[in-house]
């Protein structure tokens, strides 16, 4: 059977473990395969690899274009499944269309990225300009190769990303980032006499992407804790525990606090949150039908936070900035900035932590987003705190690449590709930030199921994405 251009190599990867973070095989195999075709190979010092084809005779003068995969592959496998990723070769099989693995993630994300520049390094005969073919490490886990490449690692002033999954559309643009994290230290403080406890639980959101799911409209249940906290302040109540969310990339889908307050007061509170509930069951009935508003009666022995850090935390959590802050006005429902106010700790040491992520494809707007949000923290008396920083890829409706593949896609296939950015980090972002003046653009085959043992890749597309490849770098001259 005819595999086309790309799918030979596919096949020699899926035999070659690249998990994230041990990359060593895949490494030793991108330098053999550069070096035994005489071709310029080099690694730094994370792993990332650059191997160089010179241009074919007459296309010297043709721009240089950088070719770009990433050389890690999620890793997962089903129940019951005995695989070994640091060893065993990725089992595939081909059903109805679509390349599939046996019981584990196939590896296309970002396996066919590689294997279509083995293919053009591979091949003497096309006819094209300079290439330099990157693979990078350890996107998978943090865009670690990416974040360490040096800026003058290649030279092109073009780059083409090979790590989409979307056949049809086109990729030109990505959120950058930065995690604000807000430290409160508290006294302890005893339980005023006489006083009883009641655990409130904000249960069963949806939840999600900070990033791809920020405009959804979905509840974050560590914000409406704070809305609930914040309209019983109106009592003398005592804040014992409060915990909320989890990872900064997700929208918080589960949050509680004990709260300690008089016996008069407990029909009062009680029906604070029941009437609460009810009105954001309807708020949300569409976006987050499985909400669930429990309230518990405890004991409570321990100690409570003071007062006045209570209050502050709480008030400071009811006006933190959650969710879209602004839309992109070029690419039409594209978010374009967003803060997720994604935890809330309790920690050792009379520390409570909350921490957040504010996104943007802006870098200026993104300092905003994050310095608002510090604001309203340090406004409340915490110690706040940036890091993790990365830059985004702003979208450029007039990017000359944008203009040529567009063209070569309606040519190939007598359509209209679709145009568009994410709200979520590439590691185009990070390659803007070192090489400013580089112009991406980033388009890949139909892979679904994408991090799961569910990936497959539609094989009708893969012809398809190396004839709009092959293309594109022949109408950039
Ligand atoms: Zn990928």
Redesign the pocket.
Known sequence: MNEGKIMPFFRDILRIPRESGHEEHIIEFLLEFGRSRGLETKRDAIGNVLITKPAAKGCEDWPTVVLQS?QDMVCEKNGGVKHDFAKDAINAYIEDGWMKARGTTLGA??GIGIASELAILDNPDLKLGKIECLFTVS??TGLDGAFAMSDDFFTGKILINL?SEDWGQLFIGCAGGIDTTANFSYTPSPVPEGYIATRFTISGGVGGHSGDDINKGRANAVQLLARFLYVALDYDIELCTIDGGNKRNAIAREASATIAFDPDCEDDIIGIFNRMAEAIAIEFASTDPGLKFEAEPVTWKGETIDTKTAHCLIAALNSAPHGVLAMSAEVPGLVETSSNLASVKMLPENTIRVGSSQRSAINSARKWAADRFEACFALAGADVTHEGEYPGWKPDMKSPVLKTTVDSYKRLFGEDPIVRAIHAGLECGLFQGKYPDLDMISFGPTILGVHSPDERLELATVDKFWNLLIDVLQHLA
Do not use: I, P, Y
Request: proline content about 0%.
């Open positions: 990433h994300d970002d996107e998978e790590d």
